[in-house]
C-alpha cells in the first residue's frame, strides 16, 4: 500500500532516553517495562518485548525511537503510553533502533 506524504506525518515519532527500565513479571511474553523522558512531552511509559538482546540494567540512558500519538493501551497493570520501535533480528527477535549520535530527546523524525 502505498501512503502520501501527509499520511506519514501524521505518525509522530520521536527520541527518547530510558530513564528507567524494570523486568515485567506479570507480561504474558517476557518483556520490560520502560520509563523514557521524550523531552518537552515529559515522561512517558512503555512495555517492551525486548529481553532477548536487552537487560533492565543496559537499557538506562539508551536513546530510542517511538511512536507518540497512539491512544494509551493497557499492557497488564502497564499503561503503555508510547510504542518504542524496533526491527527483527534474524530470529525474529526485536532490536532497538535509535539515532546513531546523541540528539535532543524529543526531537521529531522527519
Not at 69 to 87: A, D, K, T
Amino acid at each position: 500500500m502505498t501512503i502520501t506524504f501527509d499520511d506519514f506525518l501524521k505518525v509522530d515519532i520521536r527520541t527518547a532516553t530510558i530513564t528507567r527500565a524494570e523486568p515485567f513479571p506479570e507480561a504474558r511474553k517476557p518483556a520490560i517495562k520502560l520509563w523514557l523522558d521524550v523531552g518537552g512531552l515529559g515522561e512517558r511509559k512503555s512495555s517492551a518485548q525486548i529481553t532477548r538482546h536487552y537487560a533492565p540494567e543496559t537499557l538506562v540512558g539508551r536513546q530510542v525511537l517511538c511512536v507518540v500519538n497512539f491512544p494509551p493501551r493497557q499492557i497488564g497493570p502497564v499503561m503503555s503510553e508510547v510504542l518504542v520501535l524496533g526491527v527483527p533480528d534474524p530470529d525474529g527477535e526485536v532490536v532497538l533502533i535509535a539515532p546513531d549520535q546523541p540528539v535532543p530527546n524529543g526531537g521529531r523524525l522527519f
